[in-house]
């Protein structure tokens, strides 16, 4: 009889728990991040536009849906907030973000961002950065990324911006600046022109701070507001009659059906009630010659090309670049517009030869930050006094081409002083021309002040900052 062995048997191991299914954070392979850091890396190194490099890099990736929303979000949200992310990472690195290298702290921003301005939880934020710096810079670098954003979530956006911005009572518009990610310059420019250091500038630097509507603008006499925006699932404009509002989503406006078969633009509204004005104040006599003297790339004058067809009159553009002037000749088609190449101070055009006159003057482009993320960080107040010299010139040439009782419209998109109202007071001094009520070219638009210009802003009327004056050559 065989024996047994009287050792005890060994208790039997518990099965080990079932792993989960799904990954526990972001997997390595991230191409939303990936595009939204490649467009960050674009604008440092080559002073790119990220709206114009992201949508190029989606299509080459095949990134779409759900992606290509993440991308842009991060990718425009990052570079719009980069101020204010810098900031935040000095107060969270044991070094001067100068000497951090400029790869890591792309990656820093995109990841910060993440941390302070979206709802993606905190531990997928940090690791997926991580991930991103690990495949580029090896685990050194991933591990200072790691240390320095684990200190950015040990606080929210609101506390830091208390830790980080100056003293509120001391500095008013210095903390809105750091609140809502603007140089201080830029929030100063805001308040002289709002004429308020409080809750106007809060909302208005705030409504700049966040990501805008779409605008769209139908072609007039090809297609009707109702009609483009039921073929693109907008809504219709509260005041232009040629405006749709599109939810900001993923890819490029410029790809939908309607722009591509030019039966609408993408144009901001306010763009397009500047231009509108022009065609609604009163001339006396003939209204058949009308001029946009500085048109690159072609927004405002296809809209007033086709708002000339409709009315029997012709356009001419005057573009200094040929490049952009090539732009006008594509996006016109057969509209009556006759495109020159030629500085607008100096075109060549008969004086006295045209009934209405747009000038739509370079400018520091201060009223559309929001559509153009990394604007902002790249100005500089010492770019306002050479543009503004620049828009005098343009205005003064304006005023010499129409003729006696034509009407010329300035606009620029910025609500500096220097660059608005200060350029149309000096020429309409030197000048004698007679300024406008331009108020009343504005029908249906509330809150546009005590004239005779007028100001849109981004928080009263949901457009860019755009700035509207019209003025009359005496005879």
């Not at 595009?35 to 674009?42: K, P």
């Not at 009609?227 to 599109?246: R, W």
């Not at 009630?273 to 405002?300: H, I, M, N, Q």
Request: charged share 25%.
């Amino acid at each position: 009889m065989t024996q047994r062995s009287s050792r005890p048997s060994r208790p039997r191991r518990p099965h080990p728990p079932r792993r989960r299914t799904g990954p526990s954070r972001p997997p390595v392979e991230d191409p939303a991040r990936q595009a939204a850091l490649d467009t960050l890396r674009a604008v440092r190194q080559r002073d790119a536009y990220a709206n114009l490099v992201l949508p190029g890099l989606l299509r080459e990736r095949r990134i779409t849906g759900r992606d290509a929303a993440l991308a842009t979000e991060l990718a425009y949200g990052t570079a719009r907030a980069q101020g204010l992310l810098d900031a935040v990472l000095t107060a969270c690195s044991d070094r001067p973000l100068s000497e951090v290298d400029g790869s890591v702290l792309d990656a820093l921003r995109l990841g910060a961002y993440q941390l302070l301005r979206t709802r993606i939880p905190a531990h997928a934020a940090v690791a997926s950065t991580v991930d991103l710096v690990r495949a580029e810079l090896g685990s050194g670098a991933a591990g200072f990324a790691n240390a320095v954003l684990r200190r950015v979530t040990e606080q929210d956006e609101a506390a830091w911006v208390e830790e980080v911005a100056p003293d509120e009572d001391a500095d008013p518009i210095g903390y809105l600046a750091m609140a809502n990610a603007h140089p201080r310059w830029i929030a100063q420019a805001f308040a002289e022109a709002l004429g308020s250091r409080g809750e106007p500038l809060r909302e208005a630097l705030a409504a700049d701070d966040a990501r805008p509507l779409v605008h769209l603008a139908a072609r007039p006499g090809e297609c009707s507001s109702d009609e483009l925006a039921a073929m693109t699932g907008g809504e219709v404009a509260p005041y232009s009659p040629y405006g749709v509002h599109l939810e900001a989503g993923a890819g490029d406006p410029g790809d939908l059906d309607p722009v591509r078969e030019r039966l609408a633009s993408v144009q901001d509204e306010g763009s397009q009630l500047c231009a509108l004005a022009l065609t609604r104040a009163p001339v006396e006599g003939s209204d058949e010659r009308w001029l946009d003297l500085c048109a690159g790339p072609g927004g405002k004058a296809v809209l007033l090309g086709a708002l000339a067809s409709l009315s029997g009159a012709t356009l001419d553009a005057v573009e200094k670049a040929p490049h952009r002037a090539e732009l006008i000749r594509k996006a016109a088609g057969d509209l009556p517009i006759t495109v020159h190449v030629a500085d607008g101070r100096d075109s060549g055009l008969p004086e006295g030869g045209f009934d209405r006159v747009l000038v739509d003057a370079p400018c520091t482009g201060l009223g559309a930050l929001r559509r153009r993320p990394e604007a902002r960080w790249r100005r500089q107040p010492s770019d306002v006094a050479p543009l503004a010299r620049l828009q005098r010139e343009l205005l003064t040439a304006a005023l010499d081409l129409v003729r006696p009782g034509g009407v010329v419209a300035y606009v620029v998109c910025s609500p500096h002083l220097s660059e608005s109202v200060g350029v149309v007071a000096d020429v309409a001094r030197r000048t004698g021309a007679e300024r406008l009520d331009t108020r009343e070219c504005f029908p249906g638009v509330p809150d546009l002040g005590n004239g005779p210009h007028v100001q849109l802003w981004p928080h009263m009327h949901g457009t860019d900052a755009m700035f509207c004056a019209l003025l009359r050559r005496p005879a």
